[in-house]
């Protein structure tokens, strides 16, 4: 260790759960030591990454630190640099009595930080005519769910996204009033899928993705419920991940869960259900039953999508799979939207009652003692405060 008073410095980020954010900061550390002719230099993150602060400053005090210059590295000059990284350096300063410290000033506005960022912005302005068929723009493709029918229900990060999309390529379960949020000049592509009628195939939505994301625009790739959950999510990630187009996925909320909500339906509930399975009741190629719903049978609670056309063959299955003929069914249509239609039975007479009722698809099926919770907790479409005006009135 030396003997003279050796200068270090620790470049703190904030952390991420993105890993290549996490990798800049650690490269900034690097090029600041070899640019600065700096000695000593790490890289340390206030939250979630590691090294943590603390070790950080441990790993420069062993090296042989005794003055450390901490240095946020593009932080907020607020909470941040004024208030967590002092508390966090203070603290681990603490532990090392002979050695002192000192924290920049954020860069923030530094006019160099502007400097460079009109510089970029330059550049960038440059290289959008250099986008041509020889020179491919990145664009990129966000896959993200339109949640399960009410527009209310979309989430704010998926908003945004709509508001920045240049492309919009959208399904026939997703409500037309979210596409009012996309911009006037967003191009709208229509690729739903409808049961017996008009079909986009999956090829052709695949080869849709790629090449509007080759031509450098913002794509929006809008699926009804959750991209991952029975929505081709993730066949459409793996194409663009071969095609070499960068994509993110932002979840949605499914039917398989919102529905039995608004129908007052919880899928699990103490003393009542403690396991749920959630199944297609079409094979995916030719819509036939699904044969996975026979090992899946034992769930407390089964929620079973795209299954109204089986649904018959369904209750039968589940019956001589040894489920009692009493065991509640509740079939959910349109599910979160001012036409849901809810109809309630059981394994021996839920077929006979959706016809009755005329039910068509879109809906959801929940099987399980939780439906008979339904008569205390159903809420959706109903006015208590009315209804306990009426009983007083009365």
């Not at 403690?274 to 699904?290: E, F, N």
């Amino acid at each position: 260790m030396s003997n003279f008073s050796l200068e270090a410095v620790l470049v703190v980020g904030h952390g991420s759960r993105r890993e290549e954010a996490n990798e800049d900061v650690r490269r900034a550390a690097l090029r600041i030591g070899q640019c600065g002719r700096f000695p000593l230099v790490a890289a340390a993150f206030l939250e979630i990454a590691s090294p943590t602060i603390a070790e950080g400053f441990a790993k420069l005090v062993e090296l042989g630190a005794k003055h450390i210059i901490v240095h946020p590295y593009f932080l907020s000059p607020g909470r941040h640099t004024r208030g967590d990284i002092p508390i966090e350096v203070h603290a681990a300063a603490s532990r090392h009595r002979d050695v002192t410290y000192q924290i920049t000033e954020p860069l923030a506005a530094h006019p160099s930080v502007i400097e460079a960022a009109i510089e970029r912005i330059r550049q960038t302005v440059t290289s959008k005519s250099d986008c041509s068929e020889n020179a491919r723009c990145a664009g990129k493709v966000y896959l993200v769910g339109a949640g399960p029918g009410d527009p209310d229900l979309l989430t704010i990060k998926a908003l945004r996204l709509l508001r920045q999309a240049e492309v919009v390529v959208y399904d026939y379960l997703v409500d037309p009033d979210l596409l009012a949020h996309a911009p006037a000049r967003a191009e709208r592509v229509y690729v739903g899928k409808v049961g017996g009628g008009n079909q986009t195939s999956q090829g052709q939505i695949n080869r849709l993705l790629i090449e509007r994301a080759s031509e450098g625009r913002l794509v929006v790739r809008l699926k009804g419920g959750d991209p991952f959950l029975y929505g081709r999510g993730g066949e459409e990630a793996i194409v663009l991940r071969a095609a070499g187009i960068p994509f993110e996925i932002v979840p949605g909320v499914s039917s398989a869960l919102a529905a039995p909500a608004y129908a007052g339906i919880p899928l699990t509930h103490r003393g009542v259900s403690s396991s749920v399975t959630i199944l297609t009741g079409a094979r995916a190629g030719d819509g036939k039953l699904s044969d996975r719903l026979l090992r899946n049978s034992g769930a407390d609670t089964i929620v079973i999508l795209m299954g109204l056309s089986h649904l018959r063959r369904i209750a039968e299955a589940l019956i001589a799979a040894g489920r009692s003929g009493d065991t509640p069914v509740a079939v959910i249509r349109w599910a979160t939207c001012e036409t849901q239609q809810t109809v309630v039975g059981s394994l021996v007479d839920i077929a006979d009652l959706v016809e009755l009722e005329r039910l068509r698809p879109p809906a959801v099926i929940v099987i399980g003692e939780v439906v008979r919770l339904r008569d205390e907790l159903e809420w959706f479409g109903k006015s208590f405060g009315q209804e306990k005006q009426l009983e007083v009135a009365a």
